[in-house]
């Protein structure tokens, strides 16, 4: 078990705002099991604002405190500020992670991301990508998720990890 | 050269070496076995196992941390890991720990007078927290065998959540469990030992490994019983996975 910061053993022992949001004006998830950790976030907007913001999560201790604080961070703020949430402020208003965590426990801000441009492609704010494809497999994705929606990725785990 | 290890650590499951045994002197290879789990906790013969070289260690049986030893078969030729003077008939080099060696053959002695016994009692509470959780928490399997198993081992897969946060909220409640899940791994990956079984990534996440000492009481296994199941229920009330299984359930229905 790596040593944790004070800050992320609070948020780990009482995560905030937990759940899912019925109806949500977006939803947005990352990772997969195999790889450890994955979450759903969920948001709702009004006027502009994320009036709340839900998540699931599984995943270790870090993926748990990052998904707490991206939700803290996040609830109130306007698109805007929430879409300038990046996994190393996550990582500083944590008080740091472990080194070996950063990448795969900090996508806490990325599912928020996810969750926002679904709410923005949902009211026509935004366009589809077409020009993303899987780097594994050459299925054509258009959500910037490392996780190619094809599952390549879960039938190969060696690949993401080496 | 075979080499098996007379139980898994991981999972707790004693394997058939005699049976193994019987091919290997048929087909004239060298057999050796890793006992460093079942030296001193289980009876082990060479002879009745038939290996041709064994490997054990001191303190899972309370010998001094770092104590070990390999024997082997009169007649089977090694070469030295360790090249440079001629200590152990020139098959290790190095000074003899004589206070570790006289330390683990105290150990060895203590724990062959009181094997049944401690046999006896790790078994009793081992497989009171197996039922006791199988029956509390529902979507938990037991990895290995369940009678062909380690005395004081017991290990668990506990579906939709990952170990390691089990691991910390147990911690909490003062019970110091081990897991075999990607994150509590230093390369992040899950236990290639669960992988090769046939337990999916998803599942080998959540496993959890709980090994009993002569220390341990029953007291001890109905604390883990009580404050188990609340933070199986805390964390997988969390978990996308979770919900997305009551959701399939519940449209299945």
Known sequence: ?162 | MVSIMHANGEVGTIQPLAEISRITKEKKVVFHTDAVATCGTIPVNVKELGVDALSLAGNPFYGPKGSAALWVRRGVRILPLLDGGIQEGGRRAGTEDIAAIIGMGKAIEIALRDMADRGQKLTKIRDMLIHGLLSKIPHVVVTGDLIKRLPGHASFCVEFIEGEGMLMLLNSQGVAVSSGSSCTSRALKASHVLLAMGYSHEIAQGSLLFTMGIQNTPADIDHVLNVMPPIVERLREMSPVYSKFLKANKGGQ
Do not use: W
């Open chain 1, 1 to 162: 078990m790596p040593v944790y910061s004070e800050k992320v053993m609070d948020h780990f022992m009482h995560p905030r705002n937990v759940g899912e949001i019925e109806n949500a004006d977006g939803v947005g998830e990352v990772g997969n099991p195999v790889c450890g950790d994955m979450m759903t976030f969920y948001i709702k907007v009004k006027d502009n604002r994320l009036e709340d913001v839900k998540y699931k999560t599984f995943g270790c201790g870090a993926a748990i405190a990052v998904s707490s604080m991206v939700s803290e961070m996040a609830k109130g703020a306007t698109i805007e500020e929430a879409q300038k949430i990046t996994p190393e402020s996550v990582a500083q208003m944590l008080e740091g992670l472990p080194k070996q965590k950063f990448h795969c426990s900090n996508l806490g801000a990325q599912a928020l991301n996810k969750a926002i441009d679904d709410y923005l492609m949902k009211t026509g704010k935004l366009k589809a990508n077409e020009n993303k494809c899987c780097p594994f497999c050459d299925h054509e994705d258009s959500e910037s998720d490392p996780v190619c929606r094809e599952g390549c990725q879960i039938k190969n785990p060696e690949i993401k990890s080496s």
